[in-house]
């Protein structure tokens, strides 16, 4: 399924094919079983790195990544550590303005090669190589479920995250994967997201302001989902707000291996609570929220699409057909060229929203793309 859905082969996702007993003998006859599991190691850094982190890497950088994978103890330094984390952000902005399709590959090669070096690294270096795999791998959980991967990848990904933040006693990096699993259950599970969301705001470690509220957020989200009523579920909100208020400024742009959730700006923090107010069954107000804070100067044309895909939703339950078809139409060459999943999952449900109004002729082109759409 991974290749047909990302156009390469395995290996170049960092995957290594089975081979088979005989398979080995017919190879590698003589080849002791150490000896041989070395080569089969080498072999599948090789095939991630030239697939993956080579394109994002610089030959002096490329060299030292491989002189580490074959001998950790003496070439995993922290000049290593920083190759693998500007790899990292570089990746991040692939999947901001291509898409996670694209940034995939790249994704799984980074932590192929911090799992394989941080083996054999010292204690010092190992443990930056984890706090970095741990950032990593929640953000690889983050690609998966946007390009539309099984759950169980997303779930191997969001586990591998919070074990590597356990080893280096990042709490607040676990909390913050505690979140984002909440926000993985989209509708599916609304009592665990509300958990999950709870749990990361509430165990032993303490979140900074922007994922703090982030969390507060998604608690909101999970008790609007699950019935509680209007004045706890703005309490909530009230609360995410007050934590946004605590935040200080960015002192740098935005990147993936930065303070953690630096991110969450006040345009995102509405725009989730007018999906909220939606969750409450409020669609008018939910419009009011969305309309003023998801623009194409405030988000990234991605994520602009998903909350427009949501703003589409909201508007068909206001009883604005038209109006809700034109906005699912003005981005779905955006979320279909991306490959989100996100964002086309929740144009299906605009869609959906939309099927009594279908005569309608924007109404009608919608469902008409769509169906192209899932055609292939």
């Known amino acids: ?109 980074i932590l192929t090669a911090i799992n394989t070096t941080a083996r054999d690294a010292k204690p010092d270096v190992r443990r930056q190589l984890l706090t970095l795999g741990s950032r990593a ?27 590597w933040a356990t080893f ?3 709490g607040a990096m676990h909390a913050y994967v505690l979140m984002r699993q909440a926000q993985a259950l989209g509708r599916s599970d609304p009592a665990r997201m509300l958990d999950l969301a709870r749990a990361a705001i509430s165990g032993p470690w303490t979140l900074p302001p922007r994922p703090h509220a982030e969390a507060l957020q998604q608690e909101a989200r999970g008790m609007a989902m699950t019935g509680a009523g209007t004045d706890e579920i703005e309490r909530v909100l009230d609360q995410a707000h007050a934590a946004l208020d605590r935040a200080t400024e960015p002192v740098a742009p935005t990147a993936c291996t930065g303070p953690l959730g630096d991110g969450y700006t006040r345009e995102r923090l509405m725009a989730q609570s007018g999906i909220c107010l939606r969750e409450a069954g409020r669609p008018t107000e939910a419009v009011m929220a969305l309309q003023d804070y998801v623009t194409p100067e405030a988000f990234a044309p991605r994520d602009y699409a998903h909350y427009s895909a949501f703003l589409a939703g909201a508007l068909a339950e206001a009883g604005e057909p038209d109006e809700a078809a ?35 002729p924007a109404v009608r082109e ?10 292939g």
Do not use: C
């Open 1 to 109: 399924m991974l290749p047909k859905m990302f156009g390469v082969p395995l290996e170049q996702l960092g995957f290594v094919p089975p081979v088979s007993a005989a398979g080995r003998r017919a190879t590698s006859p003589g080849l002791k079983p150490s000896l041989e599991d070395d080569v089969l190691r080498r072999a599948f850094m090789g095939s991630a790195l030239a697939a993956a982190a080579a394109p994002l890497l610089d030959l002096a950088a490329l060299d030292h990544l491989i002189a580490a994978a074959r001998d950790a103890r003496r070439y995993a330094d922290h000049e290593l550590v920083g190759h693998l984390r500007d790899t990292l952000n570089e990746t991040a902005r692939t999947d901001v303005l291509m898409g996670a399709h694209r940034a995939l590959p790249a994704a799984l090669g």
């Open 137 to 163: 791998a929640e953000f690889t959980g983050w690609l998966h479920r946007d390009a539309g991967s099984p759950e169980q990848a997303i779930v191997y990904w969001h586990g591998q995250a919070k074990e």
């Open 168 to 170: 280096t006693g990042d």
């Open 326 to 360: 034109t906005v699912a139409l003005s981005v779905l060459d955006v979320a279909s060229a991306a490959r989100s999943g996100q964002a086309i999952g929740e144009l299906y449900r605009s869609a959906q929203a939309l099927f009594p109004y279908r005569e309608r």
């Open 366 to 375: 919608l469902h008409e793309r769509l169906l192209l759409l899932s055609a």
